[in-house]
């Protein structure tokens, strides 16, 4: 299905009425001039790329973010692990698990047990290309060559609307969105840009359902990352779907009181 990065920005746009900007996943084999490590973008902290994607979906001065081999020294530990980057430390469960000794626990698993058993079942990460670039689909060219996947940000009446592109070409009604457990850059690009080999296929993802996000992301702010298939297969279907055919369901105009 060849249709272009601004046809899916575009139409996606409009499903969600979106006042962030979608952001493109690339997989490239060279990396752009201009694009930067997440800890240029990250003025304070850890320099997380789940909260430099949201500054660059909020933001028009962000430039491009790229993570690669390079990049050891200005990225998050963690995120070079979901990436397949570098390998997860085998006592890698203590730091999630709530029956870890240690102080520094997250406490978001049970056990830690349970934290190394959750990490087995996404399966081997292997990076999406040699520089894995993201950057905002409206900023970019209409070359498609390496998008993976796609990432929304989005209020909960905005993100019911995309939801509801997804669904309206799809005959099952239980696989095409998932909410998985993970941190904010497996959710929001690992996972979609098939970087997890136990990551279920032609599968949306709703995140993040950890708390970690919590202290910079809005309260009201949710995301919905879009393996690049569906996102065309969502363009696509706009001009025939509720969307255009029936935005007063979409979009009300006056709620019901109840």
């Known amino acids: 299905m060849n249709i272009s990065p601004t046809t899916i920005n575009e139409k996606l746009t409009k499903t969600g ?8 996943v690339y997989g490239l084999a060279a990396r752009p001039a ?12 850890t320099p ?22 390079a990049a050891a020294g200005e990225s998050c530990p ?3 692990m979901w990436f397949g980057l570098i390998d997860f430390p085998p006592q890698i469960g203590r730091m999630f698990g709530s029956d870890s000794p240690s102080d520094d626990s997250f406490c978001i698993k049970r056990t830690g047990e349970l934290a190394a058993a959750t990490l087995r079942d996404m399966g081997r990460f292997t990076p999406c290309g040699e520089h894995i670039v993201m950057r905002p689909l ?12 796609i ?18 070409g799809e005959e099952k009604a239980f696989a095409p969105i998932v909410a998985p457990w993970g941190s904010g850059c497996a959710t929001f690009v690992a996972f979609p840009a098939g970087m997890a080999s136990g990551r279920p296929a032609d599968t949306a993802f709703l995140s993040p359902v950890i708390p970690e996000a919590n202290s910079w992301l809005p309260r009201d ?5 879009i393996p690049i298939a569906i996102a065309r297969r969502m363009a696509a279907d706009y001009d025939s779907s509720f969307a255009v ?5 979409a979009y009300p105009p006056v709620k019901e009181k109840f």
């Open 245 to 249: 055919r029936r935005p007063d369901l």
């Open 151 to 168: 990432l929304c940000f989005g209020h909960a009446e905005q993100l019911r609307n995309l939801g509801a592109l997804i669904h309206f």
């Open 221 to 225: 702010i949710f995301a919905l990352s």
């Open 34 to 45: 201009a694009a930067v490590a997440p800890a240029a973008v990250i003025d304070e902290g």
């Open 78 to 80: 963690g995120m070079l």
């Open 17 to 24: 009425r979106l006042e962030h900007r979608i952001i493109g």
């Open 138 to 149: 409206a900023d970019g060219d209409d070359d498609a060559d390496g998008l993976k996947s």
């Open 48 to 69: 997380c790329l789940a909260k430099a994607l949201f500054k660059m979906a909020s933001r028009r001065d962000v430039p491009a973010i790229c993570v690669d081999a």
